[in-house]
């Protein structure tokens, strides 16, 4: 028997970069036993995440998933399965299934299961070329260039849908790029980042798939899990727009992204040769306006750019150390 007001939780794409960290956090908050993570792939042996139920699952596959919703008696979902904007791009017909598909079997199950809370992120990518670059609004023009973006604008219409004509508690933020020294990235536009921090602390020069000009809003780690946490306990007579919202932290260059690591990493040099993905940069936010998250549940930041630098460079230093 689950005890009384403890929460059974099912974490999508729980192997992913914000996944891993997430099941992580939940798992030390409600207990171990109470977080079922969930992939398409399998935990590898000895992995700290067998330290909690673990299933496979397809979220293409609805009857699996509410199985499995059922038989763990779940009442909260955070969804996170997700196929990432670079990735997408090379087959959108899989990223529209996964996304748009996976997302439609996660608020449906959630729906007629008696799924108290949802959690799905979308992205910076729902904006577009004709979206303001600079302090983009929460409300604004949504005409993205990417299948990535066009799949995260149908989630959040969806989720608005399933709020209004269901009632479904579906929350959610606007994730600008995320860096964490965790599990790595998984094909999105803003890797370089943390690909730049893997290369300076393995003393590597690194060459930039965008230019040393581009900048891009991103977030932190604990930050990103944070906004998550926060989000999803607020209080829901206080929420006006419920999912989508726009989520800062920081916005900097590539190149001021490498003056902050040669500051702790004199050596450290950077290169920059743009592809394809400098396409997709352009199209996204500089800087976001997050004034509905800070006033409606109060989103607030730890991490600017020298305390993430500092941060990520003593977590990549201290994990190669000791491997």
């Not at 763990?72 to 670079?86: E, F, G, M, Q, V």
């Not at 709020?163 to 994730?175: A, K, N, P």
């Not at 993905?277 to 997050?290: L, N, V």
């Amino acid at each position: 028997m689950v005890a009384a007001g403890v929460r059974r939780v099912l974490v999508t794409g729980a192997l992913g970069q914000i996944g891993t960290e997430l099941t992580r956090e939940l798992r030390r908050r409600l207990g171990e036993r109470n977080v079922v993570a969930s992939s398409r792939r399998t935990v590898p042996a000895g992995s700290e995440r067998e330290a909690g139920p673990f299933v496979v699952l397809d979220v293409t596959e609805r009857e699996v998933l509410e199985q499995t919703v059922r038989e763990n008696r779940i009442d909260t979902i955070y969804h996170l399965a997700a196929i990432l904007s670079a990735v997408a791009e090379g087959d959108p017909e899989r990223a529209w299934h996964v996304n748009v598909d996976g997302l439609g079997n996660v608020l449906e199950t959630a729906r007629r299961c008696g799924v108290e809370q949802v959690f799905w992120p979308s992205s910076i990518a729902a904006f577009g070329p004709g979206s303001p670059l600079e302090h983009t609004p929460q409300d604004t023009v949504m005409r993205p260039s990417t299948i990535y973006g066009v799949s995260k604008v149908t989630g959040e219409l969806l989720c608005d849908y399933y709020h209004r004509r269901y009632g479904l508690d579906v929350r959610g933020v606007r994730y600008p790029g995320v860096i964490s020294s965790g599990a790595p990235p998984g094909g999105g536009t803003t890797d370089y980042a943390v690909e730049m921090f893997q290369a300076a602390v393995a003393g590597r020069p690194y060459t930039s798939f965008v230019s040393a000009a581009t900048v891009l809003p991103m977030i932190y780690m604990p930050d990103c899990i944070k906004a998550a946490l926060d989000l999803m306990e607020a209080d829901l007579a206080q929420l006006t727009h419920h999912n989508a919202f726009n989520l800062a932290a920081m916005s900097f260059s590539a190149a001021e992204l490498a003056a902050a690591i040669r500051a702790h990493a004199p050596d450290f040099h950077c290169d920059y040769d743009p592809d394809y993905r400098q396409a997709i940069a352009d199209s996204w936010p500089r800087s976001i306006d997050d004034a509905a998250a800070r006033r409606e549940w109060g989103w607030s930041p730890a991490y600017d750019l020298p305390a993430m630098t500092r941060d990520m460079l003593a977590r990549l230093g201290a994990a190669r150390r000791t491997s």
